[in-house]
C-alpha cells in the first residue's frame, strides 16, 4: 500500500514538472528569452508564510549554515527540475525488482 501511495507522489510530481516546462516554455515563447521560473518564486507565490517557517525551522535545528548555501542553491533551481528529481526519485524507489534468470 506504502508502494502505491509512493509512486502516486512520483507520478503528480512529474506531471508539475511537465506543467511547469510548459508554463516555462510558454513564457520564453512569449518573451523571445529562455525564462526559467525559480522554485522560491513559485514557493512565494503559492504560500509565501510556509517559506519563511521552512528558513527559521531550519535554522532552529541545524543552523544558518545550513540554510545559507544548500537551501538557496536549492530555491534558485527551476521548479520544472526540482519536482522532476523529486518525481523520478520517487519512481525509482518502488520500481519492481528485477527478476533474474539462471542461464
Known amino acids: 500500500m ?13 506531471a508539475g514538472a511537465v506543467i511547469a516546462l510548459v508554463v516555462d516554455g510558454t513564457k520564453s515563447i ?10 522560491s518564486e513559485a514557493w512565494l507565490a503559492v504560500n509565501s508564510v510556509s517559506l519563511g517557517r521552512a528558513e527559521s525551522f531550519i535554522e532552529g535545528h541545524l543552523g544558518r549554515f545550513a540554510w545559507e548555501p544548500l537551501a538557496t542553491a536549492l530555491l534558485g533551481l527551476p521548479v520544472w527540475l526540482v519536482f522532476g528529481a523529486i518525481g523520478a526519485l520517487l519512481l525509482l524507489a518502488v520500481r519492481p525488482a528485477r527478476l533474474r534468470v539462471a542461464a
Open 30 to 39: 512569449a518573451a523571445s528569452a529562455l525564462v526559467l521560473t525559480p522554485l
Open 2 to 14: 506504502l508502494r502505491l501511495f509512493v509512486r502516486l507522489g512520483g507520478l503528480f510530481a512529474l
